[in-house]
C-alpha cells in the first residue's frame, strides 16, 4: 500500500493511474479506523480497479474546540489496519496546506437546506467545514466513485448536492452502518466509552427499532413522548434530538404521509461523548 504525505506526491501517482485508465473509489476518513470504515473499502475494492483512502482529522468541521482536541488520533495503527485489510491501494495523509492552502476556513455553501436540518441546528458551521475538505479532497483523488457512511446520512446527502452543484464527476454511495454486535453503531467516538457506557450505549439502537416497530401504527408526537421518557430513564446519557423526517429533504415531520419514505434521526450524549445513529423507517 503506497502512503502519500503531500499533495504533489498524490497527484503525480493519480495522474498514472488515470492515464492507464484504472477507475478509482475513494473513502475519506478521520482516521481512527474501524470495521464500519473497512466495510467502506469492501464495497469500493468491488466497484473500481484501484482504492484510495485519506486520513484528515479536519479542524474546520468541528464547532467545539474540546471534541476536536479529544478526537481520537493515531496514524501508526490506521496505517497498519489499512495494510491488514489489503484492500486500499494508497492513503492520503495531507498537511493542513495540501487541503487549506490560503488558511484554516471554511467556504459557505448553500445545501438547499438541507444543511439546516437537524446536525445544522446543533453544530454550527459544521457542513461548511465538511463541504470545504470534501469538495478538495475530490478535487485532488479525482475518483470515479466516492463512498460515505449511512451513520452520518445527512453528511452523505449534503456531499450528494455538493457534486451535483458542483458538477463534479463522482458518483456518491452510501454505505449501510456497521454496528457493534450490541446493535451501538460503530464510531471512532466509541473508543472513548467505558464498558459499562459502550453496553449501556446499545440502548440508542434498541430504540430505533422500537420507532420502526411504531412507524404508521402511533402518531409522531406520541412516539416523541416516548423517546423522550425512554432517555429521561438512562443514567449519564441525555437525549440531544429525536427527529422523524423525509429521507429526500431532511425535513421534520409529525404526520406520515402516503408515498414519502421516512427515517429516524438520534444525538445522544454520553457524559460528553457525542454518539450519532439513524434508522429507515418500513
Ligand atoms: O465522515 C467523516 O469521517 C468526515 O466528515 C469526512 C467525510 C472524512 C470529512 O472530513
Same mark, same amino acid.
Given at each position: 500500500?503506497?502512503?502519500?504525505?503531500? !499533495?504533489?506526491?498524490?497527484?503525480?501517482?493519480? +495522474?498514472?493511474?488515470?492515464? #492507464?485508465?484504472?477507475?478509482?473509489?475513494?473513502?475519506?476518513?478521520?482516521?481512527?479506523?474501524?470495521?464500519?470504515?473497512?466495510?467502506?473499502?469492501?464495497?469500493?475494492?468491488?466497484?473500481?480497479?484501484?482504492?484510495?483512502?485519506?486520513?484528515?482529522?479536519?479542524?474546520?468541521?468541528?464547532?467545539?474546540?474540546?471534541?476536536?482536541?479529544?478526537?481520537?488520533?493515531?496514524?501508526?495503527?490506521?496505517?497498519?489496519?489499512?495494510?491488514?485489510?489489503? =484492500?486500499?491501494?494508497?492513503?492520503?495523509?495531507?498537511?493542513?496546506?495540501?487541503?487549506?492552502?490560503?488558511?484554516?476556513?471554511? !467556504?459557505?455553501?448553500?445545501?438547499?437546506?438541507? +444543511?439546516?436540518?437537524?446536525?445544522?441546528?446543533?453544530?454550527?458551521?459544521?457542513?461548511?467545514?465538511?463541504?470545504?475538505?470534501?469538495?478538495?479532497?475530490?478535487?485532488?483523488?479525482?475518483?470515479? =466513485?466516492?463512498?460515505?457512511?449511512?451513520?452520518?446520512?445527512?453528511?452523505?446527502?449534503?456531499?450528494?448536492?455538493?457534486?451535483?452543484?458542483?458538477?463534479?464527476?463522482?458518483?456518491?454511495?452510501?454505505?449501510?452502518?456497521?454496528?457493534? !454486535?450490541?446493535?451501538?453503531?460503530?464510531?471512532?467516538?466509541?473508543?472513548?466509552?467505558?464498558?459499562?457506557?459502550?453496553?449501556?450505549?446499545?440502548?440508542?439502537? +434498541?430504540?430505533?427499532?422500537?420507532?420502526?416497530?411504531?412507524?404508521?401504527?402511533?402518531?409522531?408526537?406520541?412516539?416523541?413522548?416516548?423517546?423522550?421518557?425512554?432517555?429521561?430513564?438512562?443514567?449519564? #446519557? #441525555?437525549?440531544?434530538?429525536?427527529?422523524?423526517?423525509?429521507?429526500?429533504?431532511?425535513?421534520?415531520?409529525?404526520?406520515?404521509? !402516503?408515498?414519502?419514505?421516512?427515517?429516524?434521526?438520534?444525538?445522544?450524549?454520553?457524559?460528553?461523548?457525542?454518539?450519532?445513529?439513524? #434508522?429507515?423507517?418500513?
Amino acid at each position: 500500500m503506497k502512503v502519500f504525505r503531500s !499533495k504533489k506526491t498524490l497527484q503525480d501517482y493519480i +495522474e498514472r493511474q488515470k492515464e #492507464m485508465g484504472k477507475k478509482i473509489g475513494f473513502a475519506p476518513t478521520m482516521g481512527s479506523l474501524h470495521e464500519g470504515h473497512l466495510s467502506l473499502y469492501t464495497q469500493a475494492s468491488k466497484e473500481n480497479d484501484l482504492v484510495i483512502s485519506s486520513v484528515f482529522v479536519n479542524p474546520t468541521q468541528f464547532n467545539n474546540p474540546s471534541d476536536l482536541e479529544k478526537y481520537p488520533r493515531d496514524f501508526n495503527r490506521d496505517i497498519k489496519i489499512l495494510e491488514k485489510a489489503g =484492500n486500499v491501494d494508497a492513503v492520503y495523509l495531507p498537511e493542513i496546506v495540501d487541503l487549506y492552502p490560503d488558511g484554516l476556513k471554511s !467556504k459557505g455553501y448553500d445545501f438547499d437546506g438541507l +444543511e439546516n436540518e437537524m446536525e445544522g441546528k446543533f453544530r454550527s458551521g459544521h457542513f461548511d467545514g465538511v463541504g470545504t475538505v470534501v469538495e478538495e479532497l475530490l478535487l485532488q483523488v479525482k475518483p470515479d =466513485n466516492a463512498y460515505f457512511g449511512e451513520k452520518d446520512y445527512q453528511q452523505l446527502l449534503i456531499i450528494e448536492k455538493l457534486t451535483e452543484k458542483l458538477k463534479l464527476p463522482v458518483k456518491i454511495h452510501g454505505v449501510p452502518i456497521f454496528r457493534e !454486535k450490541s446493535g451501538l453503531a460503530m464510531s471512532s467516538r466509541n473508543e472513548r466509552l467505558t464498558p459499562e457506557q459502550r453496553e449501556s450505549s446499545k440502548v440508542i439502537h +434498541e430504540t430505533l427499532i422500537k420507532v420502526n416497530d411504531w412507524f404508521r401504527i402511533i402518531t409522531i408526537p406520541e412516539i416523541n413522548k416516548r423517546i423522550k421518557d425512554i432517555f429521561d430513564d438512562q443514567r449519564g #446519557m #441525555m437525549l440531544e434530538y429525536f427527529v422523524i423526517a423525509d429521507e429526500k429533504t431532511l425535513k421534520e415531520t409529525d404526520f406520515f404521509y !402516503k408515498g414519502h419514505d421516512y427515517r429516524a434521526f438520534i444525538v445522544v450524549f454520553v457524559n460528553d461523548i457525542r454518539l450519532i445513529d439513524n #434508522m429507515h423507517l418500513d
